[in-house]
């Protein structure tokens, strides 16, 4: 209200003095100024003009990144499966036989066994017998040597099987001892009658033709000697594998492990 006041003062002022028509013209202007809506004169105005204000900077939340996950591990690729190793048929293994083979002690259906004396090896070049191994043999056939046209006696062995780090796998083929013998037997009974039969024939024999006691015994003698070298001719002599010696295993089909 102090301002109105002031302001009607200074119109009747303005009037009083010249009341020409400038001053009719402020008082006017001011009346007009002095019905628009009162201003607070008490408000803080700002000194710079027309700016803009500038807005707080807003902090921008960020989310942390996530770890990466780690990339799963390839599936383990299945190891290669080896071929089996083989032998063909032919195929020729060296053993030794593990005790003495004879006719006067074993019979037909015993067996024995052979220590593979070396390596056995594939077309490529792997071992599938390794030195070491253990063959069986079985006694097939043996009979001693019945005369002296005999060199040889009968023996047939036949390989079953062959163990092999602890394995076993049959074995099909044949085997051949290279280092068998003939011993002689001590004489038996048989023997003894050979000779006997010998002497007594040959005594016949001497009677008849010197129709006395003295060609009787010159006949025995004859007939004694040649007895005996009948005995000697026909004694048996057995069929000796020893130990240690070798036989040889030749593979009758393909042999796999």
């Excluded at 019979?107 to 069986?136: E, N, Y």
């Excluded at 004859?222 to 070298?229: D, E, K, W």
């Excluded at 000697?232 to 042999?255: H, Y």
Aim: hydrophobic share 40%; with cysteine.
């Amino acid at each position: 209200m102090a301002a109105k006041r002031l302001a009607i003062l200074a119109l009747a002022l303005a009037a009083g003095c010249g009341g020409d028509h400038s001053a009719q013209m402020a008082a006017d202007s001011l009346s007009r100024d002095l019905q628009r809506v009162p201003v607070d004169s008490s408000a803080v105005l700002s000194d710079q003009a027309g700016a803009t204000p500038v807005a707080a900077p807003v902090a921008v939340k960020r989310t942390p990144k996530a770890a990466p996950r780690p990339k799963p591990k390839p599936a383990p690729q299945p190891a290669p499966v080896a071929a089996p190793r083989a032998l063909a048929a032919g195929t020729t293994v060296a053993t030794t036989v593990d005790r003495e083979i004879s006719s006067r002690t074993d019979k037909a259906g015993a067996t024995v066994t052979g220590t593979v004396a070396s390596d056995v090896m594939d077309a490529s070049g792997r071992v599938v017998i390794p030195a070491g191994s253990r063959v069986t043999l079985t006694i097939a056939e043996i009979h001693e040597s019945e005369n002296k046209g005999d060199k040889t006696g009968k023996l047939t062995l036949t390989p079953t099987a062959v163990e092999i780090a602890g394995q076993s796998y049959p074995l099909d083929g044949s085997a051949v001892a290279l280092d068998r013998t003939l011993r002689d037997r001590k004489t038996n009974a048989g023997d003894v009658a050979k000779v006997g039969v010998g002497t007594a024939a040959g005594a016949i024999v001497g009677r008849v033709i010197g129709g006395s006691t003295k060609g009787a015994i010159i006949g025995g003698v004859i007939g004694g000697a040649v007895g005996t070298q009948r005995a000697i001719e026909t004694q048996d002599r057995d069929v000796v594998v020893p130990a240690s010696s070798r036989v040889e295993v030749t593979l009758g089909g393909t042999f796999t492990r």
